[in-house]
Structures are given as C-alpha cells and as structure tokens.
C-alpha cells in the first residue's frame, strides 16, 4: 500500500489526472443518469381480471374468482393467491416467488385461465397481465364553466396535444365518464312490430360494420373494395334498418327504440375550485428524466392556455418533480454548508490549503459516485438522494484524519513529500478499515430480496459507492496534493502585526486550548475509566438494557412505533367518505358539498388570522370528486368532428346511478405472505340496454382534497 501512495505522491500528474477522471466523469456522465421521483420497483405479481357485468360480488365470488383460484393454486413459482370480488368484476393477484421468471409465470397463468370453460356465460374475456407500477410525474386540472361533453371534448384535445410532444410518451385523460350509446327498446313497441330483441340486437351488429368488398383488377391498376357501415354516433345508428317489407318500406331503429349518444351511467365526476372539471395525468416511461419531461410539460401548458377559449383554465395540481427538486435542494445547501463548515474547522487548527485540500474530498467523492451511477442503473431519485444526503458526513472523515497526520509530520519540519507519503501510510490501515466497517453495514442493502429490497438496494449502492471513492481520494489524490505544498514559515520569521502572523498566533491558541482539554480533562477521565474498567463495563449494559427495553415496551405511556415511511406533512389535506350500498346520489353530493364547505370555512379562519404566503391564501385548490376514486382513464377514441361542441355556459351533469363498493375478498395464502388484493378495472366503450325497471340510485365514494402552498408556516 505505501509504494502505491508513494507513486501517486511523487507523480503528482497522475494523481491529478485521477482526480480529473472522477470530476469530468461526473460531470459529463450527469446528464446521462436518469431522473425519477421514485425508483423503479419491479413486482412480482401476475393480475387476472374478469369482467361480469350486473353480478353481484357472491355470484361474482363463486362463478369467477374461486375458479381461478382452483385452477392457477397448483402452478409452479407462486407464494400467494388474492382474489377480491366486487359489484361485476373479480380481480385475482397471484404474487410470485422471488426469482422465479415473470414471462414464464405470465404464460403458465394465462394458459391455465383460458382453459376454464366453466365460466358464466356473460362473463367477458379475462386479461392476465404483469402488474407495473405507473408513475405520475404531473396531473393537470382543466376546469370550465361547461357541458360534459364539452369538457370532455377539451380534456382529449389537450391529452393528445400533450402525448405529441417528443419526449412524452404516456398521457391519459381521467375523472371523466366513458362515451357510451344507449339503445332503449319498450317491450309493447317490441310487441307492436312483432320484433324480438335478439332481433334488433342482431340488426344493429349488422348494420354498424366495415366490411371488405375484395379488389378489381383494371388496366389502370387494382382496387380495393370496402363498404363502411360502421356507427359512431346517435344519427349512425338511427338510419340502422332493422327490416325491409315486401312494399319496399323499412323499419329503421329510430321508429322502435329511444338512442341516447351520451355516457355511461356511472356517477363520476369533479369539481375544481368550484367549477365542473377533468385532469390530464403525464406518466415517466423508460428512461424518460422527470424534470426535462415536467419542463416540457409546462412549457407547452403556456402554449396552450393562450389557445384555448375564455372560460377555460389549465391548472397544475400535482407535480412529482417538486419533491425531486426539493431534495436536490437540499443536497446542495447541505453539501455547501458541510464543505464550509470542515474548512472552518480545520482552518482553526491546520493550515489553510490543507484544509481546502482535504474539504474537497466531499465533492470528489459525489461526482465519483455520479460517474458510476449510469453503468450500475442507479437514478437521481429521492432515494439516492437521500442516501448522499445520509454519508455526507461520512465522506470528510478519512480525509480528516490523513490530512491531520500529515499536518503533524510537517509541523516537524520534515520534507513536505515524505511526510505526506509517511503521515498517509501510518494511517491507511486504520482509515480504510474504517470504511469498510461502514460498506460493510451497507453492503447487505444491495442484496436485500423483494419489493423493499429494490429500495433499500438503492441506498446501500449509493452509498458505498460514495465511501470507495473517499478512499480513493484520501490516499491517492489527497497526499500528492499535501506533499507538494509549500513549507509553512516558521512563526518566528513571520513579520508582526501581518495577518499572516495573526492567524498564526490565533491558530496557537486554539490548538492550546484544546490541548489543555484533552489532558486536564479528557486524560484523566479516561485514566479513571481504565482503572475502573469493569464498573464502565457494567454501566455500558445497563445503559443498553435500558435502550432495548424502551424499543420494546416504552416508557410508561409512550411506546415507540415502527413505520418505513415514517408520516410526514404533504401539501395536500384529502378526506375520503365511502357511503353504503344503495346511498342515494343526492346524499354523497350532500356529504361532499360539507367536506367543501369546511374547506372553505377553514380557508376563510386562516386568512383572518393572516397565515399567508406572499400575500396569498395558504389554501391555494380545493378539489372534490363523486365516484369511483380508482384514478382510471377514459375516453381513448377519437371523437367526430360532429361531436366536437363548443364551449357552453351552461353546465349539466347527468347522475343516476354508479357503482357499488360492496365486495368479497378472498385470499389464499400458498406461502404464508399476506398482500392486500389488486382492485379490477374495467370499462365498455358503448352497451345495449332493454328498458326496464329504474335501478337503484347509489355511489360508491366521494373525495375530497385541498392544495396547501408548499411555503406554508410549520406552525400550520
């Protein structure tokens, strides 16, 4: 080891090209790393939804979901089964062993389902898919004094205005109900024209068709054939003939049934600081860097809104990169702060490029890890950022202690070279044992299994990497540095009064009082605890009992909790009210209406009192919606020109019913690992109902949240 520091010593050009390597590395490999909120967390879970439609959850729990359970429960690779059974639809989670392959379990799943024959007839399709965790990067509110279908028609101008950008790749338009046509048929007209309604259900799914015609070869080359028949809209499918009389006259659907081009019936919708709205999620792909991709986003926001007609307003009401930045903030300022705070420490007692020299190490260190992160996939996440934040202090140390024992070898008047080489190999064994002691308490992060693993993964690399390239800068770049400096002028040859001789004489005072610390007080407490060395002993086990019996039991009343994600204050206040079975419509809106209203009031108590921001409201959104709080999207197709309304004043939101969440969760627990249960989805474009009695009027939940400036008083 001394022969590898000396070279770097003596050959003070290589130790600057190293150092070089692990500043321009960083610097140029900083762009290349990417950029997430949150680390990408792989699951191994398998999803199996099926759609039964006006089943209630124990049909739903015996057709369906037992089934499947019965079928997959025998496959290789899996540790638990979940199934959960709700108002038409069941969703089954199989969770996988770790390691096991996720293509091969998704086959072996999926061939095992489609082999169910035994399925209710009305059951539509099952989709196995692997579930991946979507991450939103920022949610846009668009809010309009509107009709829905208004609204709705703007909500997908901009999500496609937005999904045309170049580096964005998912965007979905959500809190807005599905397009849906009715076709609603009485029984007596049924009667009256002497239809059945497989009849007319037939008619329709002929008659709304694209149908290929084959080609014609001409000389002028070949055409295609194709009749378009297919429906769109209401007017499409009121020209749908349903049958054709000897005289020539037809019965076309309009004659015998009620077509309403509208929604489906759930009760879903959102109100946005008062006014009917939808939101625009923008989600992180691949490799895709948050800030660039929130960056763009806004940008094209500002674009938009000079575009978009009076009475429509783009507003941002979630952003992921704030909380990326923040951290990134918070980096800097404490890199910043510790780089000050070790060179005013050290400027105290050694001299002032040897303490610059040694304070550079915290930078060199993070730029060195930065240089590795793209080839050990590691991001610029809150994570890795927290982990720099975590070593910081760490990073200065060996650093401290070369640097202090070189200092005390050419304070003997030694050759500056061969007291940095000498001052640096008395304490290379010491120094790097001590690092490893702490890659060694990090190191088992990285190869920690399943989902909390891949997090904790995330700091341990970081970390460690950090820690290598502090050694590698304390023993090759640091004494190559220390060993060409200048000698230190002897304090006698210093003329007086200069403040060179001043801080010379400062820094003789400080090092004298700190050396009458350690051997008027530090010495001879140590000396007693020697001589007594069986009573420290003693006292240190008590001392730890009395720790380990806190951790357990507490201290009287106050007991101690263990959380991952200890609770933290958001920007955001959400309260959620899930009302029973068959609660009529008026009754959640009555109850989402008082959540607002306290949020007004509440607003209204705090500006009183003056808990402002920059001369606004500390409340800056209030946000409720009624529905199903599943966050899926809607409206992917495209929409005619013909249905493309303008703006108007008026607002109408059609609320009859939605859906129950009354459901059946059944898990079965293969290895012993319990998971809570994967909610299905699912949706329909367009349906066909026969007119029968009202349904019950009902809903499943309604939320609402409210948006607090980010700068507000802690005392709040």
């Avoid at 050009?13 to 790393?33: C, D, T, W």
């Avoid at 350690?518 to 240190?540: C, F, K, M």
């Avoid at 106050?558 to 419509?585: C, H, R």
């Avoid at 459901?663 to 994967?678: D, E, H, L």
């Amino acid at each position: 080891m001394k022969s590898a520091i000396a070279w770097f010593a003596r050959n003070h050009v290589a130790a600057n090209l190293l150092m070089a390597l692990m500043v321009i590395g960083g610097l140029v490999s900083l762009p290349r790393i990417q950029q997430k909120t949150f680390p990408d967390i792989n699951v191994d879970v398998i999803s199996v939804a099926v759609t039964y439609l006006g089943a209630a959850p124990e049909e739903v729990e015996q057709g369906v979901c037992i089934r499947i359970e019965e079928e997959i429960n025998g496959l290789n690779g899996i540790e638990q089964i979940t199934s959960s059974a709700a108002e038409g639809a069941c969703g089954v989670s199989a969770e996988l062993m770790s390691g096991y392959p996720i293509d091969r379990a998704l086959s072996e799943i999926k061939n095992a389902v489609d082999s169910i024959t035994t399925f209710p007839d009305e059951t539509e399709k099952p989709i196995v898919s692997h579930v991946d965790i979507r991450r939103t990067v920022l949610q846009v509110a668009v809010s309009a004094n509107a009709s829905e279908r208004s609204l709705k028609v703007f909500g997908e101008r901009i999500r496609d205005s937005i999904a045309s950008l170049p580096n964005v790749t998912q965007v979905e338009l959500q809190n807005a109900r599905e397009y849906e046509i009715s076709i609603e048929i009485a029984e007596e007209t049924l009667r009256r024209h002497g239809l059945t309604f497989d009849e007319v259900v037939s008619a329709v799914r002929r008659g709304s068709l694209d149908r290929p015609g084959g080609s014609i070869k001409t000389t002028g080359g070949e055409i295609l054939l194709r009749t378009k028949g297919q429906a769109y809209v209401g007017p499409d499918f009121e020209r749908i003939v349903l049958r054709t009389e000897t005289d020539g006259t037809r019965l076309l659907l309009s004659d015998v049934a009620t077509i309403d081009d509208g929604f489906d019936e759930d009760d879903q919708y959102m109100i946005f600081d008062g006014e009917p709205a939808v939101t625009v999620k923008t989600f992180r792909v691949g490799d895709q860097k948050v800030l660039d991709l929130v960056d763009s986003v806004r940008s094209h926001l500002d674009v938009l809104r000079a575009k978009l007609p009076e009475g429509i307003t783009l507003t941002v009401w979630e952003d992921s990169a704030k909380t990326l930045r923040d951290r990134l903030d918070i980096l800097v300022r404490n890199g910043i702060g510790g780089f000050i705070l070790v060179f005013v420490v050290l400027a105290l007692f050694l001299r002032l490029k040897l303490a610059i020299w040694v304070s550079l190490g915290v930078p060199l260190s993070i730029l060195g890890a930065l240089f590795v992160f793209p080839y050990a996939d590691v991001s610029i996440d809150v994570i890795s950022l927290f982990a720099f934040i975590m070593v910081l202090g760490l990073l200065v140390d060996d650093a401290v202690v070369v640097g202090e024992n070189v200092h005390r070898h050419q304070e003997n008047a030694e050759d500056p070279l061969e007291a940095s080489i000498t001052g640096t190999h008395e304490v290379s064994i010491p120094v790097i044992f001590g690092v490893l002691t702490t890659i060694t308490a990090f190191g088992p992060m990285i190869f920690a299994p399943g989902t909390m693993g891949q997090i904790f993964g995330v700091i341990g690399l970081s970390a460690v990497l950090c820690l290598i390239f502090s050694v590698i800068e304390s023993q090759f770049v640091l004494p190559a540095h220390l060993g060409h400096m200048k000698p230190s002028i002897d304090s006698q040859l210093v003329r007086q009064g200069s403040i060179q001789a001043r801080w010379k004489n400062f820094q003789t005072r400080m090092s004298t009082s700190l050396t009458r610390l350690a051997t008027e007080r530090y010495r001879p407490a140590l000396d007693r605890a020697l001589t007594n060395r069986y009573s420290v002993i003693a006292g240190g086990i008590g001392i730890l009992l009395i720790a380990l019996s806190t951790v357990a039991f507490g201290i009287g009343r106050f007991k101690m909790n263990f959380s991952f994600f200890p609770p933290i204050e958001s920007d955001y206040v959400t309260a959620l009210i899930v009302m029973p079975q068959g609660t009529p419509i008026e009754a959640t809106e009555r109850a989402a209406r008082e959540l607002v209203d306290s949020a007004h009031r509440t607003q209204a108590e705090m500006d009183e009192e003056g808990l402002e921001v920059d001369g606004e409201s500390l409340v800056r959104h209030i946000l409720f919606s009624v529905g199903k709080q599943t966050r899926t999207g809607g409206g992917d197709r495209e929409v005619p020109p013909e249905r493309r309304d303008p703006i108007s004043p008026k607002s109408v939101w059609p609320s009859n019913r939605a859906t129950s969440d009354r459901s059946v969760q059944r898990r079965s627990n293969v290895a012993g690992v319990t998971t809570p249960p994967r909610s299905p989805t699912s949706s329909s474009s367009r349906s066909m109902r026969h007119s029968s009695a009202p349904a019950t009027r009902s809903i499943s939940s309604c939320e609402a949240t409210t948006l607090i400036s980010s700068s507000r008083p802690r005392s709040v």
